[in-house]
């Protein structure tokens, strides 16, 4: 199967990391998870990714991925239609509360800022 366009990268950029595919179809988007440049298998270790690795509705693919807490590896792309979509799901995720914030949570949430918004947000 195609993988299709990278939504989002995660991780590493050499390609260690996770990453959401997502294909156009006639219905929309088709989504699917990659951990390390492979589709992980049923009870993979490598990020507990659900066996059933496609998702029709953005939704059902992140909260597949909120498993394996991809908003608090380092952002490395954002496909430019998901970017809203994207800082939304990030925001209502990692974005700390002034009691709970560290330095890690603020230079995470930074760089999907800047993958999300553009290097001058």
């Known amino acids: 199967?195609?993988?299709g366009e990278r939504i989002l990268v995660a991780g590493a950029e050499e390609g260690d990391g996770?990453?959401?595919y997502g294909r156009r179809t006639p219905l929309g988007w088709l989504f699917h998870p990659s951990w390390a440049g492979r589709r992980p298998?049923?009870?993979d270790a490598a990020g507990a990714l659900p066996a059933p690795d496609e998702f029709?509705?953005?939704e059902s693919a992140l909260a597949a991925l909120d498993g394996c807490a991809w908003?608090?590896?380092p952002a490395v792309l954002v496909h430019p239609e998901f970017r809203d979509r994207v800082w939304a799901a990030v925001t209502s995720r990692l974005a700390p509360e002034p009691?709970?914030?560290d330095a890690y949570s603020e230079?995470?949430?930074q760089r999907w800022r800047?993958?999300?918004r553009g290097a001058g947000a």
Do not use: F, I, K
Request: neutral net charge; aromatic residues 8%.
């Open 1 to 3: 199967m195609d993988d």
């Open 99 to 101: 009691a709970t914030a």
């Open 41 to 43: 298998a049923a009870g």
């Open 107 to 109: 230079r995470l949430l």
């Open 18 to 20: 996770l990453v959401l």
């Open 71 to 73: 908003y608090r590896l």
């Open 56 to 58: 029709r509705d953005w």
């Open 114 to 116: 800047e993958r999300c």
